[in-house]
């Protein structure tokens, strides 16, 4: 299986601030990367596919980078909204894996 | 819009099965591309892929998994389900129904997702 491994496993950032949250997989996974957003109680949400693509209705504040096995999702101008838990996923094989996920709070 | 909802017991007693169904709406189960699949979600908030199936092809399984799972589909009623067997408290989980599209290049990987179903296993 590809391990995918995010970090940090938390952050807390202000208002305003831009926010970085990296996922290196085990092996190269090609351009076979998302990012998604998880508030309590609800499913995952797709913001990200292919390292860099957004879901249609996704808002251009959310940014995925990267290649081969490490990347990078940032989030500009953190609003109170954007207070979740982020999780990458590689889907360039069976079985997919995520990351650990990453709990971003505001300070 | 594609949209999937769980269905199925909220308690499992141990050594027994662990049994749900999703059903899809908003478009077919047959969809050329689309693959069905678990997820589940630990307490602790791990997700963990548990298998897809396609409506023309075999089902794939998570190997750590292999031996205690079956997905099936039923295009009559446009739903597919999950069978898990010899379940045990680990077993206790949000288990989510997902589509991933495999269309497209390049492909935008699962943008679709139920709502989840808490299972917990006890006696």
């Known amino acids: 299986d590809i391990q995918m491994t995010q970090s940090p496993s938390s952050l807390s950032a202000s208002v305003g601030d831009r926010v970085t949250i990296t996922c290196r997989a085990s092996r190269g996974i090609s351009n076979y990367l998302a990012w998604f957003q998880q508030k309590p109680g609800k499913a995952p949400k797709s913001l990200i596919y292919a390292v860099s693509s957004l879901q249609s209705g996704v808002p251009s504040k959310f940014s995925g980078s990267g290649s081969g096995t490490d990347f990078t999702l940032t989030i500009s101008n953190l609003q109170p909204e954007d207070v979740a838990t982020y999780y990458c996923?590689?889907?360039?094989?069976?079985?997919?894996?995520f990351g650990g996920g990453t709990k971003v709070e505001i300070k | 819009q594609v949209q999937l909802q769980e269905s199925g017991p909220g308690l499992v007693k141990p050594s027994q099965t662990l049994s749900l169904t999703c059903t899809v709406s908003g478009g077919s189960i047959t969809r050329g591309g689309y693959y069905w699949s678990w997820i589940r979600q630990f307490p602790g908030k791990g997700l963990e892929w548990i298998g897809y199936i396609y409506y023309s092809g075999s089902p794939y399984y998570n190997p750590s998994l292999k031996s205690r799972v079956t997905i099936s589909i039923d295009t009559s009623k446009n739903s597919f389900s999950l069978k898990l067997t010899s379940v045990t408290a680990a077993d206790t989980a949000v288990y989510f129904c997902?589509?991933?599209?495999?269309?497209?290049?390049?492909?935008?990987?699962?943008?679709?997702w139920g709502q989840g179903t808490l299972v917990t296993v006890s006696s």
């Open positions: 997902a589509g991933e599209d495999r269309t497209g290049i390049p492909p935008p990987g699962t943008p679709y």
């Open positions: 996923q590689q889907y360039y094989n069976y079985p997919l894996t």
